[in-house]
């Protein structure tokens, strides 16, 4: 037993733990914003119209500017956002670009879009409720990393 928390108390076991709760905390920072998408799937949907379409160059790309209004419960209300976070889709994204051009076309021909909006707050609405890929890779890939860590960890404890 004095000779595991011998180990347990070497420079580099207390490194690997520190790396090991970095890990852990970058996990939980992305698995709650799993969890904030993955309740705009239950979100209601509802027709609304593009008011005003402009592109802003964003480095060497454009992106969309957007205003579109939507009704609920014969209420009017006016959104701007194309998804919930957009730390994950950016511009350069080919599903970004797909749905900037569907809304492009939307105004530009005066169709309606689907509207996504919060029941318990009407006024806070996107056009697209899905969860990145980019997201699954990054929780995926910091599951594993973690499982390789702790593996590692105990190997060097106990062997």
Not at 34 to 62: N, P, R
């Amino acid at each position: 037993m004095a000779m595991i928390f011998e180990k347990l108390m070497n420079w580099q076991s207390l490194l690997d733990i520190c790396w090991l709760l970095v890990l852990c905390l970058l996990l939980r920072n992305f698995y709650k914003d799993f969890q904030l998408l993955k309740l705009t799937k239950s979100w209601l949907m509802t027709k609304g119209k593009v008011d005003t379409f402009d592109l802003i160059q964003q480095g060497s790309t454009y992106w969309p500017k957007i205003s579109y209004s939507y009704q609920v419960n014969d209420q009017e209300f006016k959104g701007n956002y194309l998804f919930l976070d957009t730390s994950l889709n950016t511009p350069y994204s080919g599903y970004s670009r797909r749905l900037a051009y569907k809304v492009a076309n939307a105004f530009k021909e005066g169709k309606e879009v689907d509207v996504f909006y919060d029941p318990s707050s009407p006024d806070l609405a996107v056009l697209d409720t899905s969860i990145p890929r980019k997201l699954y890779a990054i929780l995926i890939g910091l599951s594993g990393l973690i499982g390789l860590h702790i593996i590692l960890i105990v190997y060097r404890i106990f062997w």
